[in-house]
């Protein structure tokens, strides 16, 4: 069974600070990962992905994960928050087979951002 | 732009009323999922389908079920509306390389 765990509920940090959010995963294969963000009353927005390739990967808004097999980690990064940052983030992951459809999620971390 | 589109923002129903959700969207996708997002538990997928008329479980299948007579069209049911279903329904498709999301409805069973 796939599963997302992001351990911290809510993180604050101050504006111009950097900003890592943990997720850790389980799945029997390669995984899709991705992270969306989702601003209050807002729709979920991708922020980035990973299938394959370099483990470093860059997405919108100046956010970058890294993907580590061995540790089962796909965390989320930015060197340099903006107060129109301050949203929920959520981890999720994926199947790559033609037959495995499901997408699972993480409970999410809530960022706020102090002046 | 792929667009994901659910019938409804807010919707407010009594209890035991049986209650349709829509969602519609225009990429011709195979997969579509309906979750929904509860504050502290993130999204729990309660059903998918990954074609016309077919379907599986989610995580969270209890008090719901869904229909898919055609591709662009997913429908989530509550057969018997209870107040433990007041929550944010999202409905989401997806190629295999991304997932796109509805803007959610917000249902408030009373």
């Known amino acids: 069974a796939q599963s997302v765990t992001q351990p911290d509920i809510h993180i604050t940090v101050s504006e111009g600070a950097s900003l890592e959010l943990r997720c850790n995963y389980s799945y029997g294969a390669t995984p899709y990962l991705f992270w969306y963000v989702q601003s209050p009353g807002q729709g979920l927005q991708l922020l980035l992905k990973?299938?394959?390739?370099?483990?470093l990967v860059q997405g919108i808004k100046g956010f970058e994960a890294e993907f580590k097999r061995s540790q089962s980690s796909f965390n989320l990064r930015k060197p340099s928050v903006h107060w129109s940052d301050a949203a929920e983030y959520f981890c999720?992951?994926?199947?790559?087979?033609?037959?495995?459809?499901?997408?699972?999620f993480g409970a999410g971390t809530t960022v706020t951002v102090r002046a | 732009d792929v667009k994901v589109t659910q019938s409804s923002r807010y919707l407010v129903k009594r209890t035991g009323e049986k209650v349709f959700l829509e969602c519609v969207q225009d990429m011709d996708h195979e997969n579509m999922f309906w979750y929904r997002q509860d504050p502290g538990l993130g999204l729990r997928l309660i059903y998918f389908s990954y074609d016309v008329k077919m379907k599986e479980k989610g995580d969270i299948p209890e008090g719901y079920s869904v229909s898919r007579e055609k591709k662009e069209r997913f429908s989530l049911i509550l057969e018997s509306a209870s107040t433990n279903q007041t929550s944010m329904y999202l409905c989401?498709?997806?190629?295999?390389?991304?997932?796109?999301f509805g803007q959610g409805t917000r249902l408030t069973v009373v």
């Open positions: 989401a498709s997806r190629v295999m390389r991304e997932a796109f």
């Open positions: 999720a992951v994926g199947g790559l087979g033609t037959n495995d459809y499901k997408l699972s």
């Open positions: 990973y299938f394959s390739g370099d483990t």
